[in-house]
C-alpha cells in the first residue's frame, strides 16, 4: 500500500459527460501528479500540483483541468468525454521539494475509467 | 526531449531463470533520475529504484540487481531466480534536473515490459 488513495476505482459514463476523479496524497507530501495509462499512448504525465499551486503542465487536454485543495488533496475533472479518454487514470504523491526523497513519486491504486 | 526506450515489449521466462530488462534513455540534462516501476496484473505501480545520473554505482536488493551505464545511456534491471510473482508489466522512467529545479519531478516513462514467470 502506497498510501495514495484514488477514487472511484471503476468508472463507467457515456460520452459527452463529466466524472470528477479524487485524489489523497500520503500523509506529508505536497506535491501531487495526474498520469493516464492509454494502451497507445503508454502512461503520459498530465498536471501537477504543489501545494495547491499548479508547478508542470504535461499532455492535457483542455477539456481536463485539476486542482488540489488545501487539505492537499487533488481532483481532476474530465468533460465532454469521448471514446478515446477511456483510460486508467494515476495519481501519485510525493514530497515535493527540497530533499532527495521528493524524487520519488508514489502512485495510487489509479481509476479505471470507460466511456461508453 | 527525453525519452525512455523499452525495447523488449514481451519476455517469457521458466521460473528460476535469470531475466534482464533492457532501458535506454536519452535526455540532454546532465542531473537526472532514474526509476523502475512494476506494475502487476493487479494494476497499480510499484516504486522499485531511484538512481540519480550522478551516482553510477550499481545496486542489488534481494533477487533484483540494477546496472547503471552513463556511457550507454542504460539501466537495466536483472532479476535473479525468477519467481511467478514477477510476472508483472515493468516501466522505466526518466525525470530531468532541469524541470525538477523549477519544482517538477514529472516522470516520462517507457512503453514497458511485459514479463511473464511461467511456473
Known amino acids: 500500500d502506497s498510501g495514495v488513495t484514488q477514487t472511484p476505482k471503476h468508472l463507467i459514463t457515456a460520452t459527452g459527460q463529466r466524472v470528477t476523479l479524487r485524489c489523497s496524497p500520503r500523509s506529508g507530501d505536497l506535491s501531487v501528479y495526474w498520469y493516464q495509462q492509454s494502451l497507445d499512448q503508454g502512461l503520459q504525465f498530465l498536471i501537477q500540483y504543489y501545494n495547491g499551486e499548479e508547478r508542470a503542465k504535461g499532455n492535457i487536454l483542455e477539456r481536463f483541468s485539476a486542482q488540489q485543495f488545501p487539505d492537499l488533496h487533488s481532483e481532476l475533472n474530465l468533460s465532454s468525454l469521448e471514446l478515446g479518454d477511456s483510460a486508467l487514470y494515476f495519481c501519485?504523491?510525493?514530497?515535493?521539494?527540497?530533499?532527495?526523497?521528493?524524487?520519488?513519486?508514489?502512485f495510487g491504486p489509479g481509476t479505471r475509467l470507460t466511456v461508453t | 526531449a527525453q525519452k525512455v526506450t523499452q525495447a523488449q515489449t514481451e519476455i517469457s521466462v521458466v521460473e528460476k531463470e535469470d531475466v534482464t530488462l533492457d532501458c535506454v534513455y536519452e535526455?540532454?540534462?546532465?542531473?537526472?533520475?532514474l526509476f523502475w516501476y512494476k506494475q502487476p496484473p493487479s494494476g497499480e505501480l510499484v516504486f522499485l529504484i531511484r538512481?540519480?545520473?550522478?551516482?553510477?554505482q550499481n545496486e542489488i536488493s534481494g533477487r533484483y540487481s540494477w546496472n547503471f551505464q552513463k556511457s550507454t545511456s542504460s539501466f537495466n534491471f536483472t532479476i535473479t531466480a525468477s519467481q511467478v510473482v514477477d510476472s508483472a508489466v515493468y516501466f522505466c522512467a526518466l525525470s530531468e534536473a532541469l524541470k525538477s529545479g523549477a519544482g517538477s519531478y514529472q516522470l516520462t516513462f517507457g512503453k514497458g515490459t511485459k514479463l511473464s514467470v511461467i511456473p
Open positions: 535526455t540532454r540534462d546532465t542531473t537526472y533520475y
Open positions: 501519485a504523491s510525493s514530497v515535493g521539494s527540497g530533499s532527495r526523497s521528493s524524487y520519488e513519486q508514489y
Open positions: 538512481r540519480n545520473s550522478f551516482d553510477e
